[in-house]
């Protein structure tokens, strides 16, 4: 094998270009071996930089680009009472429609996934992954109470995740709860809740909200 020994390799001109090997050689660097310098290690578009099982990568100065950009989104509807469509202790798909006459919003849908005509929210191209999914249930108890509150998250029209308990201290009030699911590109998650409440007893308010774990 060549050894060539030199103790500093420049390209002919000035912004000249140094190549290491051919298309398909592999260049090794040795164990104890430090590159130093102020400069940068560029891999071209289309390239790629493998570190092999065992190797270890330490940071000690600045990461940038890794990771993942933060998906969340939130929906609220609050204002007026819309009640009279929710079943007596039976489960149902917590509304958004249209949200003009009830005070409601999409305050963050960073992908856009929010689909306000079937009250759903869609994992969109590129989004897949873990999810962080809530929410809240506000109600005018008016002197009655609201018992057996639930909530639980559908995905594409099936039951997910268990079963969590809306907790309102006086059968009145907001309550909510939040749990973690998985989320395939295309897959919708619906909110759905039950509760069983006197006739006197309003829904004034709910939200639905979540963000992917990066």
Partial sequence: MSHVKTDKLSARTASGTITLGESGETLTLPSGVTLSGAGAITVPSGGSLTIDSGATITNSGTA???????????ATREGGYFSTSIGDNSWTKSPLGSYNSWGGSIPVDTASGFDQTNSRWTCPSGEAGTYLVGFWLKTHNNGAQVRNEKWRPYINGSAAGVQDDLNFSDGGGKAGAMQMI????????????????DSSVRLTGCAQWGFKLI
């Fill in 182 to 197: 998985e989320l395939s590109v295309g897959d919708y998650v619906e909110w759905w809740f039950i509760a069983n409440w």
């Fill in 64 to 74: 940038s680009g890794f990771g993942g950009s933060n998906t969340a989104f939130s």
